[in-house]
């Protein structure tokens, strides 16, 4: 199974940009890169996805690398209420799979 | 406006007394899906309905079970709880079952067992 190794935890000040981190250097060709985020005490909420190139929405940026074996999700401008667990996912592509949540980056986001 | 809704938000239930907990959707999407999610760790796949055909897990536990009686609601039985099944329940939903598509997620009912 492809897996993804992300930070415990990271910390940001608001209004400042934030790059969060995902390895995966195990993925295929067919998979896709899909990131989600629980906020405290709600059910995870999905912010965006992307296969092979960078994707924007009105959430984030994603950024993949050129050998698909890393990508970072970017917030540009953080606000308290992107604290959050942040959670990088990855799914075949026409594939029938489920989210397997793995343990998440908690981002902090001070004042 | 909630897409997806469940009820309720908090629940008790003493130990071995079946408990119910629902879910509605206005996405009218093909997949409901049931999460658990324990106390400081990631959410949890119990089984999942794509249209009315249940897909359980391979390690969700018998005590768990669920139904489906239209497109819209989704429930989840947990027959006799014990201690352990302590825990935030998670109901998400998604168009169909392949990996393009995103899943929503209800706001969770929070399940405690005395």
């Known amino acids: 199974d492809a897996k993804t190794t992300q930070p415990n935890s990271m910390e940001s000040n608001e209004e400042e940009p934030v790059h969060l981190p995902c390895n995966h250097s195990?993925?295929?060709?067919?998979?896709?890169i899909h990131w989600y985020r629980q906020l405290p005490s709600q059910g995870p909420e999905y912010v965006i996805h992307g296969l092979t190139s960078n994707v924007n929405n009105r959430m984030a940026s994603l950024a993949i690398a050129e050998d698909r074996k890393s990508s970072t999700l970017i917030l540009h401008r953080a606000t308290l209420r992107d604290a959050a667990v942040y959670y990088c996912i990855l799914l075949s592509q026409g594939g029938s799979e489920k989210l397997v949540f793995g343990k998440g980056t908690k981002l902090t986001v001070n004042p | 406006d909630a897409m997806v809704i469940q009820n309720p938000r908090y629940q008790v239930t003493q130990f071995g007394k079946p408990v119910t907990l629902s879910c509605s959707q206005t996405l009218n999407h093909n997949v409901m899906y049931w999460y658990q999610q324990k106390s400081s760790q990631a959410p949890k796949l119990l089984f999942h309905?794509?249209?009315?055909?249940?897909?359980n897990e391979a390690d969700t536990p018998d005590n768990f079970q669920s139904r489906r009686p239209n497109t819209s609601f989704c429930f989840l039985d947990i027959r006799s709880p014990g201690l352990g099944d302590a825990a935030m329940y998670l109901c998400?939903?998604?168009?169909?079952?392949?990996?393009?598509?995103?899943?929503?997620f209800g706001p969770g009912t929070r399940l405690t067992v005395t």
């Open positions: 309905y794509y249209d009315k055909d249940f897909n």
């Open positions: 998400a939903t998604s168009r169909d079952l392949y990996s393009a598509y995103e899943q929503y």
């Open positions: 195990t993925i295929s060709g067919t998979d896709y």
